[in-house]
């Protein structure tokens, strides 16, 4: 594949990101919402901000609805007007929070850039939409609570790895057909890509306080060594 200009080459990478919304301010297609559609969205993301902060401190498992409620400052019967039930509310968190980093992984696979390019992307793309969010918290909660109630794993494999995982099996695929990678193995196992942003998460979780991860330098040791590229 012939080289790309620098400046062709950044305006792709600046592709990979989702594409904002065409709508307009002054759109008369657009449907005005009404007074109640608005304070309803707006109860509804304080109830999903609230639910975020007693997950992360509570775990899913002790987190009680009476005390999200609280902290959104509604009545524990709201709750019942958006949520089925508490994992219903999680469910909710985890796919208003993770849809749009989904969106940003599918998107690699629509890109035709060269592997190198688009892995140091998915750097900063994982860096930024996920380890420097409270996404992570999303993350984490699966890793330490899904061992105990099964369906939030399903959920999250259905809804979150699935799609990550078959958008980077393209972009793996496509690198070894063009001989930009050689570790074919990478293709039945691309969670050997992910290792480190999962071991970064746990890190820092655990010990961040003591001795924090450079997750970010990690990640770009790590796709170094994959690549077989620099001192790595």
């Known amino acids: 594949m012939p080289p790309q200009s620098p400046s062709r080459l950044t305006a792709r990478l600046e592709s990979l990101r989702p594409a904002a919304s065409t709508e307009k301010p002054g759109d008369k297609t657009a449907k005005p919402k009404g007074a109640r559609e608005v304070r309803s969205a ?21 987190a009680r609805l009476e005390d999200v409620a609280k902290r959104a400052g509604v009545a524990k019967g709201t709750i019942y007007l958006y949520f089925a039930d508490k994992e219903a509310l999680f469910q909710d968190l985890a796919r208003e929070m993770l849809q749009p980093l989904v969106a ?9 850039l060269p592997f190198p390019a688009l892995a140091d992307s998915m750097i900063d793309v994982m860096t930024h939409e996920l380890l420097g969010t409270r996404r992570q918290d999303i993350i984490r909660l699966i ?33 070894v057909d063009r001989g930009e990678l050689r570790h ?4 039945e196992f691309p969670q050997l890509l ?17 001795s924090p991860l450079d997750a970010k330098a990690m990640l770009k040791a790590h796709v170094d060594i994959v690549l077989n590229r620099g001192d790595a």
């Open 194 to 210: 992910a290792a480190p942003m999962l071991v970064a998460i746990m890190w820092n979780s655990v010990f961040g306080a003591i």
């Open 104 to 112: 940003h992984v599918e998107n690699f696979a629509t890109i035709d």
């Open 42 to 62: 707006a109860r509804k993301e304080a109830i999903l901000a609230a639910a975020l902060e007693e997950f992360s401190t509570s775990g899913f498992a002790a």
């Open 184 to 187: 074919k193995a990478l293709i």
């Open 143 to 175: 890793l330490t609570e899904g061992p105990r109630f099964p369906a939030l794993a399903e959920f999250y494999y259905r809804e979150v790895l699935s799609k990550i995982f078959a958008a980077i099996g393209q972009v793996l695929q496509r690198a």
